[in-house]
Structures are given as structure tokens and as C-alpha cells.
């Protein structure tokens, strides 16, 4: 950490959280009587990762020098992915806690009162700057203080930060209580590392210091400042392998029983299967095609589309996913027709309602009239959701998430801070009828196995508009190396070759 001039650093243009007039004038209440607790955290070109409010709060009040600790190099996408952890990690928040939870706490505190026992700190002196001269103090001792107070989801989230060379201070009373950074104490303690960084605060700041770093949590902005990242970070992961047909494939004809005790390679399994759902179909958002090659080992016909193929453990291969998008093109210029379409999964990645409906709106045009279209997606009653609400068991085995909710739509939580931030969605029957009846005659949705499933048929005919609007954002999809995948032009004509229209 060093003591730097305020302009050495510079705001990123992608911070998803957003910040009134009101709240800006709480910050400037915080540095005046606390001064930088924290330091502003930027990378090696000075981009701010995690300040960006102080450091705006800190310019209009006159300051010329900041306390900065810079990381590493950092491509764009990791930058985003470790911004999105500080907007979490610098507040003691448990699973389930969420933004407007702790602005409805703060809301019922007194913070002027709070505040007005506390002297001012002069811009840019010692005191202001107090965070540039931490004390080292042994964790054992301060463990043993705080003991009983230990928050796992607060530690995941330090761990995450830790991996990327990032040690935020602990706030604590003369004491030792802990007023800020309970679960950076208890990453410490797990490494057994002998000290903690600490910057200690006055019995009568302590109140004011933990309203103000705990529960000061500002609105997020990531459905748009995130949109393209969120977009391409919603590939299936490598650690979801399955090794037979998951439930979007198999609900229809074996309910709510295990996927394990179906197997399209059994006769009896396959000829009930083939009942149901044909020999020629279509894995609308194919993920590993895992699907697709149980089915065409079976000796059923199944088309893959995969925008976003997956290349090693959590990459993406654009030039495997591009091949796979024009095969699927050629197949619907060709006029193929599918018994069945599969929407599975998929509906639990695609962060935002309107690229869903631009989903059904894709599938609905490439049925023909017996064509029948299934789709399954994680429901609300499923524990993932359960657990960002404050309802679910968190065990020992998913004690290891890091996920909070968002406030954009119902139903979205965002995770996968270990990896690559990825949205989830958890849908409501009503949400499911909802998307898929402006394209379909008969939509039967059901629940099941902490899933909402869908059987849709009778194909409405289709709104060329919207369908022209569909294809340029379907097949113009981004990717982490800043293109994008240029089938715009070849998709149209597909599908005015398959629909006899002009798109």
C-alpha cells in the first residue's frame, strides 16, 4: 500500500453499483469522521477496483493524496469478476444478506447522532489517511476475542480476494472486537498466518465505523454496466458433466425420478422416449452435448446449438462455438424438421428476460405443426434460491458458494466468483407460462423435482419483427475476447430460406 496522488488512480467504467446524492453525502459524513479506514484498491494501471465513490467523495472535499493498493496486471474480464467480489466482500454480509436489507438497518440508525461525538479529521493528515499504518496483531489473539462470531460465506469471499493478492484491513475496537472484517480474520486464521493487518478505531467511532463499512451498501447497476459479461459467462461449466439424459430431456416420459435410473440405450427406456418425443430433434443451448451424443449414440437425430462451447475447465472455444452455430444454420435452411425442441438448463443462465423471450421467440419459429417444444429450468422453490432468501440448510458441501441476490428482475442471484460471475434464475410457474405463451396454443407447465417444466405446442405464427430482432442478438452473441459472433446475415437468410420470408 502506498500513499498516492488522488489523480494516480482513475474510476473503471464498468462498476456496477450506483450511488445518489444522498448516499454520497454519507460517505463524505463517513471519511470526515473516520477518514480511509480501507484504502482504495486499483490495478497496476491504476483502474479502480474498489473505491470508486471515495475517491469521487474524496476529490470534491479537497484531498490530494490517497492510501492505494494496487494489484497485478488483470484482463479485462478478471477485473470486472474481482470488482463485483469487492462490492460484496467489503461488508460483513452472511448468504442471504442483501443490499436492501442492510439499507433498510441503516435507515433505523441515527447516523448524525452516531456521527457528532466523533471530531472531524482533517482532509489529507495522519488521521485521515489512518488506514496507511496498520498495526500487526496476532490472530490467535484476536480469534480468541471474537470467537462465536464466525461468518463462512464472509471468509469464502475473503479467500476469493486473497487468491487475486488482496488483503483488506481489519477494523476492530481497541479491545479487539472486530467491527469490519470478521471473515478476512477467519481466512487468516485458516492459513495460519501469525498477524492481521489492523486499523483500530475509538469506542465512540465504533458504532459509526460498522454502519457505515457494514451496511452502506449501495444498488447495483450489472444488468447494464455487466450486460455482455453476464452474457458470456453463462456457459455451462465444467463441473456440471453429466453422464446420461438430464431432466429437460426426460420429464415427459419418467416424471420426477433420478435421471440415473433412465437410460436411452435400454430399449424399453428408448422406445417409450421415442413416443413421446420423436426420432429427429433439436438441443436448443446444448451446453457439453452430452445430451446430444447420448441421443445420436441411441440412433436418434439431435441437432446441437451452443453459442458458448466449452474449452478446457472454464473457457470458451468461439471457434468450435461459431462451427456449431452454422451447422445448426445449414440444418434450418435445409428445412430439417424436429419432432421435439429442448430448451434445457438454459433458462437458468440467460441473465435477462428479454434475450429469454428472444429464446422462445427463435424456437417457436422452427416448429412445424406437430413440432413440440420442452422446456425445464430451476424453479424458485430449489435450494440455491432458497439459501440468498435466508431459507436454505447451508451445509457443509455448498458452504463453499458465493452467491448473492440482485435486485433487477425476481428470482437472480448472482455466483461463480471462483470462476467466471454467472447469473441464475429461478423461475415461478407463472414466469414460465408467462414466456411461452405469445408463441404457443397450449403451454403446460408443472413442477417437479425443484424444477418448472414446460410442454408447449401449437406453434402461433410468427412475429417477423421480432423474430428478425431475435436472430441479430442471438447470433451476434459477445465473447471475452471483445467480438462478437458475426452469424447475423447467415442466420436470416436460414430463416427466410426455411419460413419463405424475407428477413
Known amino acids: 500500500m502506498n500513499l498516492e496522488p488522488i489523480d494516480s488512480v482513475k474510476p473503471s467504467t464498468y462498476n456496477p453499483r450506483t450511488a445518489d446524492p444522498a ?64 462490492n460484496r466482500a467489503t461488508n460483513d454480509f452472511d448468504f442471504h444478506s442483501t443490499p436492501g436489507r442492510a439499507t433498510k438497518e441503516l435507515q433505523r440508525l441515527d447516523l448524525h447522532k452516531l456521527a457528532e461525538s466523533i471530531p472531524d479529521k482533517a482532509v489529507d493528515s495522519a488521521e485521515f489517511l489512518r488506514c496507511m499504518e496498520p498495526a500487526e496483531v496476532c490472530v490467535k489473539e484476536l480469534c480468541r476475542i471474537n470467537s ?167 473457457g470458451i472455444n468461439k471457434t468450435e462455438s461459431v462451427q456449431i452455430a452454422r451447422d445448426f444454420l445449414t440444418e ?20 435477462f428476460k428479454e434475450d429469454r423471450e428472444k429464446i422462445s421467440t427463435i424456437c ?21 434460491w432458497r439459501q440468498v432468501q435466508g431459507k436454505g440448510f447451508l451445509n457443509h458441501n ?14 437472480v442471484r448472482i455466483g461463480d466468483f471462483q470462476e467466471k460471475p454467472k447469473v441464475q434464475k429461478y423461475h415461478t410457474a407463472q414466469e414460465f407460462h408467462a414466456l411461452f405463451t405469445p408463441f404457443f396454443r397450449s403451454v403446460k407447465v408443472a413442477e417437479m423435482s425443484n424444477n418448472i417444466t414446460a410442454v408447449c405446442s401449437g406453434a402461433r405464427a410468427a412475429d417477423l419483427g421480432k423474430l428478425k430482432e431475435a436472430l441479430e442478438f442471438e447470433f451476434d452473441l459477445p465473447y471475452p475476447d471483445g467480438t462478437r459472433m458475426g452469424l447475423v446475415e447467415e442466420a436470416k437468410a436460414a430463416f427466410s430460406k426455411r419460413l419463405g420470408v424475407a428477413l
Open 23 to 86: 448516499r454520497l453525502d454519507l460517505i463524505e459524513l463517513s471519511l470526515r469522521k473516520l477518514g480511509f479506514l480501507a484504502p482504495i484498491f486499483a490495478d497496476a494501471d491504476g483502474e479502480i477496483l474498489s473505491g470508486h465513490q471515495r475517491h469521487l467523495v474524496a476529490e470534491r472535499m479537497g484531498a490530494t493524496r490517497l492510501p492505494v493498493f494496487r494489484t497485478g496486471k488483470m484482463e479485462l474480464a478478471d477485473r470486472k469478476a474481482l470488482n463485483i467480489v469487492f
Open 148 to 314: 462465536g462470531r464466525w461468518l463462512q460465506y464472509a471468509k469464502n469471499l475473503a479467500k476469493t480476494m486473497h487468491r487475486n493478492g488482496v488483503l483488506m484491513p481489519v477494523v476492530c475496537k481497541r479491545d479487539g472486537t472486530v467491527i469490519n472484517g470478521i471473515g478476512r480474520l477467519e481466512m487468516l486464521a485458516e492459513k495460519k498466518l501469525p498477524f492481521a493487518p489492523v486499523v483500530y478505531v475509538s469506542e465512540e467511532e465504533a458504532e459509526f465505523a460498522r454502519a457505515m463499512m457494514n451496511l452502506l451498501s449501495m444498488d447495483f447497476d450489472i444488468q447494464t454496466r455487466y450486460a455482455d459479461l453476464l452474457r458470456y459467462n453463462s456457459f455451462r461449466r465444467a463441473r456440471r458433466v453429466r453422464e446420461e439424459l438430464g431432466n429437460g430431456f426426460i420429464f415427459a416420459v419418467h416424471g420426477s425420478k433420478p435421471c440415473s435410473t433412465f437410460d436411452i440405450g435400454r430399449p424399453a427406456d428408448k422406445a417409450r422416449w421415442v413416443k413421446e418425443h420423436g426420432s429427429s430433434v433439436l438441443d436448443f443451448g446444448a451446453g457439453h452435448l452430452t445430451e446430444t451424443f447420448l441421443l445420436r449414440q441411441a440412433g436418434i437425430a439431435c441437432t446441437p446449438f451452443e453459442p458458448y462451447r466449452l474449452q478446457g475447465k472454464d
Open 332 to 351: 434450418v435452411g435445409s428445412g430439417t424438421e424436429w419432432t421435439s425442441i429442448f430448451i434445457s438448463s438454459v433458462l437458468n443462465s440467460v441473465p
Open 364 to 384: 417457436a419459429a422452427l416448429c412445424k405443426p406437430f413440432t413440440k417444444l420442452y422446456a425445464c429450468a430451476s424453479s424458485a422453490s430449489e435450494t440455491g
Open 398 to 411: 455448498n458452504a463453499g458458494n458465493i452467491a448473492f441476490r440482485l435486485d433487477y428482475e425476481p428470482g
